[in-house]
Nanobody, 127 residues
């Protein structure tokens, strides 16, 4: 069982930056690949980025590539998402998720593949 708690959301102007954190409870945090998803009102939950267990590999959605950075600190059981040059279309509730994978696979974009989820944190980007 993995409990995930996101933090760091808020209101920012377009072009600004925010950093999200996701604290995991499990001692086996390093056994899980981690991902960030987001869901805007009236839309489906969409993949943002994921990272392999050892940070060996990362994958980003085209909409955030070059602006967002996903990274993790397994010693602190924490996942991060650095968001730069934010746009109004980035406004959404952001969720972190954990997926047990036996290897360094990334690019798992389907939310149904993930085993555990946080409660979400709101990010609002004003124009």
């Amino acid at each position: 069982q993995v409990q995930l708690i996101e933090s760091g959301g808020g209101l920012v102007q377009a072009g600004g930056s925010l950093s999200l954190s996701c604290a995991g409870s499990a001692r086996t945090f390093s056994s899980y690949a981690m991902g960030w998803f987001r869901q805007a009102p009236g839309k489906e939950r969409e993949f943002v980025a994921d990272i392999s267990r050892s940070s060996w590999s990362t994958r980003y959605a085209d909409s955030v590539k070059g602006r967002f950075i996903i990274y993790r600190d397994n010693a602190k059981n924490t996942l991060y998402l650095q968001m730069n040059n934010l746009k109004p279309e980035d406004t959404a509730v952001y969720y972190c998720a954990a997926d047990y994978r036996p290897d360094n696979t990334v690019g798992v974009t389907q939310a149904t593949e993930y085993d555990y989820w946080g409660q979400g944190t709101q990010v609002t980007v004003s124009s």
